[in-house]
């Protein structure tokens, strides 16, 4: 009860002092508290003021690690010569301060003499802090006769919860609201940059450009397959979130896709929608795409509004007539040739697997963002349905791109090690068999993966096998629809 009580009556007061309590009307004004100072001014008492109705031009360049750079241009005016302190307001309020570079544009006739980043926020908190040792007006209202007594208060301490002192009495967990003669010139609603400036006297530009948390893009693919599984449509999707606390509008906007390395780690967050599904359509392309040092830049070919607390979805790339490879692979493990097992898996599902080329062979051939690339297929009504979904890496051009979209439901397989034995230190023989089992009623054929690791020499198999690289092997095996198939073999091993 009383931790609700200290809650009401900061909440209370901070709504008193945003006018969120209905004020007196102009008959009856209301008197100010005993030795309260006077009201503030209402011209800025930092000097000169800008808000971003003054700019000029904007543009944000966003990584793919919850971070941006934000560059704008400010055009200033009735900056008087002199030093004068100006007060640069709606930026982000993630900004990094350390990051900012101010560039007086030509015939600006300003210098920066010092930067100062202002983030003492208005909160309840924070006010009732800054009144401590001051007097207050306490307000308790009586259901017996529907008013409101008034009296004047001097605020002790808020450590734990406002102590105050009511004439010669001193009280805590009072039961009414305290309201606030002016709000303390040294909070601010936002963080704000404040400068002290040599002006020249004119209506100087500036360009600033700082980095701001909390600005972050991912792509989305949406990959359509046709009727016979052998060629996709693709639709790639850029989605912007904003979280900076700033909003800019008609913004010039740059993704930068690559890994770029930064001293302190990049802040997660949640992203929630998915991209929409569209059917791959040949469209000019709205980004342009560029290489930066050993990334890549892509640029949005006309301005749009980056706002705060929103997520914007921007078309990447469309492409038809994708050639694809469906397969369906069966692996082992590493481990199992090292010791004696017996039978390892039974009615295992067979994982499924979609391959395509990214080349201009292929109707692509750009670089492709990581991110998550979706599949779907059209059932016999032509209605599409969503068949799996992975995440694929930055890829170049002219490189193949993998997917697993899941497990086979009709194809399935057995694994049973026949026999084991040791051949020394680090070194075994052993015999498998690999049963494999079409349930559909179609043929499909299986690459039975094994990565045997290590040394290894096939003694003996009833399916050729082929070499992958120096630590493992597969077989290609076809099934005949509704059918079964058998692979043996024997395999020496050493791993150490």
């Known amino acids: 009860m009383k931790s609700r009580t200290i809650l009401a009556l900061r909440w209370a007061a901070f709504a008193w ?4 309590y209905a004020a007196p009307t102009a008959a009856a004004p209301a008197a100010a508290p005993t030795g309260a100072a006077p009201a503030a001014a209402a011209a800025s008492p930092l ?6 109705s003054d700019r000029r031009a904007v543009s944000i360049t966003v990584y793919n690690s919850d971070f941006g750079l934000v560059r704008e241009v400010r055009q200033l005016s009735g900056l008087p010569k002199g030093q004068v302190a100006l007060e640069f307001r709606d930026v982000a309020s993630t900004i990094q301060p350390e990051t900012v570079a101010i560039k007086p544009l030509k015939g600006a006739g300003l210098r920066v003499l010092e930067q100062n980043y202002r983030y003492d926020l208005l909160t309840p908190e924070t006010l009732l802090e800054k009144y401590v040792g001051r007097s207050v007006r306490a307000y308790r209202y009586h259901e017996a006769t529907g008013k409101e007594d008034v009296v004047d208060a001097k605020l002790l301490s808020v450590a734990n919860g406002p102590i105050l002192q009511l004439g010669s009495e001193i009280t805590f967990n009072y039961p009414g609201r305290l309201a606030f003669s002016e709000l303390p010139p040294n909070l601010i609603a936002k963080p704000t940059l404040v400068w002290l400036v040599e002006s020249g006297g004119a209506d100087p530009a500036l360009e600033v450009s700082y980095l701001a948390r909390s600005l972050s893009w991912s792509a989305d693919y949406v990959l359509v397959l046709d009727e016979n599984e052998k060629q996709a449509g693709l639709v790639g999707w850029v ?4 979280n900076s606390g700033a909003s800019y509008r008609g913004a010039s906007l740059q993704l930068v896709a690559g890994d770029v390395h930064r001293v302190e780690q990049p802040l ?23 290489g930066l040092l050993e990334y890549h830049l892509y640029t949005l ?17 469309e492409a038809a007539a994708i050639g694809i490879d469906k397969k369906l692979i069966f692996a082992g493990q590493e481990y199992w040739y090292q010791g004696q097992y017996g039978e390892l898996v039974k009615n295992e599902k067979v994982s499924v697997y979609l391959d395509f080329q990214n080349s201009e062979q292929n109707h692509l051939g750009i670089p492709l963002p990581k991110g998550t690339l979706r599949v779907y297929k059209a059932d016999k009504s032509g209605a599409k349905q969503f068949v799996g979904e992975d995440a694929i890496d930055h890829t170049p051009r002219d490189e193949k791109i993998r997917v697993k979209v899941g497990e086979a439901f009709d194809v399935v397989a057995d694994r049973k090690q026949m026999s084991w034995s040791s051949l020394g230190n680090c070194s075994s023989e052993s015999a498998w068999q690999v049963d494999l089992r079409n349930h559909k009623d179609e043929d499909v054929k299986v690459e039975v993966r094994e990565p045997a690791g290590g040394d290894w020499t096939i003694v003996n198999s009833s399916h050729p096998a082929q070499r992958d690289d120096a630590r493992s092997f597969h077989f290609d095996v076809s099934i005949p629809k509704r059918g079964a198939t058998k692979v043996t073999y024997r395999v020496r091993v050493r791993w150490c």
């Open 239 to 242: 989605t912007l979130v904003n």
């Open 17 to 20: 002092a945003l006018g969120g």
């Open 47 to 52: 000097g000169r003021v800008s808000e971003g």
């Open 301 to 317: 070919q006309r301005p749009t509004d980056v706002l705060d607390k929103e997520q914007k979805q921007v078309t990447l790339l």
């Open 268 to 290: 997660a967050y949640d992203r929630v929608s998915k991209a929409p599904m569209m059917q791959a359509a040949s469209a000019p392309p709205q980004f342009r795409e560029e």
